[in-house]
Structures are given as structure tokens and as C-alpha cells.
């Protein structure tokens, strides 16, 4: 029997632990660093510049990523354990729905949400509005899922279509218009890093470099995931329940507890993920992140998670994330229309999973 061995946030069996560490995230980097030069040589044969390489465009595209990143962090705890989560992209919609609904529904008339007491607490029951009803949403998965013992496909399937109803139900079919508060302000802050003024041959790159807030709480949550996941009893179980459930329980693993917690903080994280998108938007709009959830689960996969459970790396998956946000851009800057759009999403997913697919054959 070969042993097998946790370390950091990804599950080691047989290579030594740099060289597995370093080719878990030296793919999708290299596939990144593929896109990101893809796109600058396309725009300069296209307009003669090459802003897209620009520093100032590169943070916007970080911001864009935002939310699939979020996604992405719960995503990975769900794949490592060898399940799916269908409905990311409905609990993200349904919980900017839910935060929307309480600013508006909770400000007192004719007061300022920006100045006094108001100003402080709305927001929090509104960000904290939204984390519930994801975070239950998510546990309503993993109790079903470890009760009745139905596949988590089928499962999310259902919470996908419900949690899209009930936020058309929330919102009364239209979009939440919320009064201006500083969950909007805070979303869309940006903490100013300098100031590059750069003229040299196509390239013209003039202005602040500055990094989105949100962006900086994605990087501590990731950090935070990696941790658990890496260094705690709790992300041991999700590796060992993911490589093989059986053999996790003969070992004292509380399987169920442990999948509905990964469930449940998986929720949490998809409904932070719509208050983030509530912030930028300033309004809970029942059909946004409309198909998210497919470029959640490929983010994980390009980062080097598998649907056959066991394997995972939030940074990677963070990488995964990137790159899909950097394959949107460049598909904008091109001019291609959005249904060509949506073919290349959809390639890049096939040909994601048959990249898993041949890896998981190689090590069989």
C-alpha cells in the first residue's frame, strides 16, 4: 500500500513535494502567460498599441476576476472532496438579490445610508444578509446530498434552478435599485500602489496603478483557504475524503460533517461573492452571474483540481480564475461577438476536462 502524504494545499502520492507544488502551478501560469501575450500582439496588429499589457489594464482585469475568484476558493474545497456545485452561479445572484433587498427594504426613508448610524450598520446586515443566505443555501446542499445519498449533481441541479426563482421572487422579476452605501464605496475602491508614465513604441501607458480592494480580500481569503486546507485536520479530511471516502471513514473521518461543512463555507464564499457583485453593480439583479458557476468549476480544473476528487490548490484555481477573466478580455478587445464568446468559454472547459482527464490517466 503507497502512502499517502498532505502538504501545503495539494495531496502528494508518489513525486516529491517541490516538483509536484511547482507543476500544479506551472501549467496554468504558463497558459496565462500564453493569453496575456496573445492579447497584446492581437491588439497591436489590430490598432497598433499595446495597452493591454498595460499595468492599469491588467488590475482592471484582476477586478474583473473578483467574483469567479471567490467562487473559485469555495469550488476547490467542493472538487477536492469529489463532489460539484451546480449552483454558484444561482446563490451568487440570489444572495446580491438578498443584500440589495435589505438595503432598500431596511433604510429609513428620507435618511442618509451614507452618514450616521445608518451608514455603519445597514451595510453589515446587508453583507451579512447575503453570506447567510448563501452560506444556507450551501448547507441545504450538503445535508441533502449526505442524507439522502443522491449524487451532487443532481442535487445542485435543483438548488441552481430554485435559488434563480426565488431571486426573480426577491426581486419581483426586475432589478433591486438600493440606495448608495459604502459597500458599493468599498468594492469599488482602489488603493493607489504608484503612478507610470511610459512612452516607448507601441506602447503608451500613462496613469495610477492602483489595486481593488475586493481583489486584496480575495487574496486574504485565498490565503486563508490554502491554510485550512494545508494545515488544518479539517482540510486533511476533505484531501482523504476526496481520494477515497470509504477508506476515510474506516479511518474515523466523519464524512458527513465534513461535507456538509464543505458545502456550507462553500455557499458562504458564493454568497459573499454576490454581495461583491451587489457592490459593483449597485443593484441585486436576478439574472447576473448567469452560467458563473461553468467558469468556477473550470478555474478550479485549469488550477489543477480534478473531478475525480483528491487533488486541489486555491492558488492555482485562483490562476484558473485569472485566465478565464484574461480569455473574456481578449475576446472583447478582438470584437468578437458574445455568442463566439460563449464557443470559446465552452472550448477552453472541454478541453480543460480532457486535460484532467489525461492527467488522471498518467497516474493510474
Not at 106 to 124: E, K, N, Y
Not at 310 to 329: C, D, P
Amino acid at each position: 500500500m503507497s502512502q499517502t502524504e498532505t502538504q501545503g494545499d495539494l495531496l502528494l502520492t508518489d513525486q516529491p513535494l517541490a516538483r509536484r507544488r511547482i507543476m500544479n502551478i506551472l501549467g496554468p501560469m504558463l497558459g496565462l502567460i500564453l493569453i496575456v501575450f496573445a492579447g497584446g500582439i492581437a491588439e497591436y496588429f489590430k490598432e497598433g498599441s499595446i495597452n493591454y499589457w498595460s499595468p492599469q489594464n491588467q488590475c482592471m482585469i484582476l477586478t474583473q476576476t473578483v467574483v469567479v475568484a471567490l467562487g473559485a476558493i469555495g469550488m476547490t474545497m467542493v472538487i477536492i472532496s469529489a463532489g460539484i456545485d451546480l449552483s454558484a452561479g444561482s446563490v451568487i445572484a440570489l444572495s446580491a438579490c438578498a443584500a440589495a433587498y435589505v438595503v432598500r427594504e431596511v433604510a429609513t426613508p428620507g435618511v442618509s445610508t451614507l452618514a450616521g448610524s445608518q451608514a455603519v450598520w445597514l451595510p453589515l446586515v446587508a453583507i451579512g444578509a447575503g453570506i447567510l443566505v448563501g452560506g444556507l443555501a450551501g448547507a441545504t446542499n450538503g445535508l441533502l446530498i449526505t442524507r439522502l445519498r443522491l449524487a451532487p449533481f443532481i442535487i445542485t441541479l435543483g438548488m441552481m434552478t430554485f435559488a434563480r426563482g426565488l431571486a426573480k421572487g426577491v426581486a419581483n422579476m426586475q432589478r433591486i435599485d438600493a440606495p448608495m452605501n459604502w459597500i458599493s464605496q468599498f468594492t469599488n475602491a482602489n488603493l493607489s500602489l504608484f503612478r507610470l508614465d511610459v512612452t516607448w513604441g507601441p506602447m503608451s501607458w500613462f496613469g495610477p496603478v492602483a489595486i481593488s480592494t475586493a481583489v486584496l480580500v480575495t487574496i486574504v481569503l485565498a490565503i486563508a483557504a490554502a491554510i485550512v486546507l494545508g494545515r488544518t485536520r479539517f482540510g486533511r479530511h476533505i484531501f482523504a475524503i476526496g481520494s477515497n471516502e470509504d477508506c476515510a471513514r474506516l479511518c474515523g473521518v466523519r464524512v458527513e460533517r465534513v461535507k456538509w461543512g464543505v458545502y456550507a463555507i462553500a455557499g458562504a464564499l458564493f454568497g459573499l461573492a454576490g454581495v461583491v457583485d451587489f457592490g459593483r453593480l449597485s443593484v441585486g439583479d436576478p439574472t447576473t452571474a448567469l452560467g458563473k458557476e461553468l467558469d468556477i468549476i473550470a478555474a478550479v480544473i485549469i488550477g489543477g483540481g480534478s473531478f475525480n476528487g483528491g487533488v486541489g490548490n486555491v492558488f492555482g484555481s485562483l490562476i484558473g480564475a485569472l485566465l478565464m477573466a484574461h480569455l473574456r478580455n481578449l475576446c472583447v478587445h478582438l470584437g468578437l461577438p458574445n455568442y463566439v464568446q460563449e464557443m470559446v468559454v465552452g472550448a477552453v472547459i472541454v478541453v480543460a476536462v480532457t486535460v484532467d482527464k489525461v492527467r488522471q490517466g498518467k497516474k493510474e
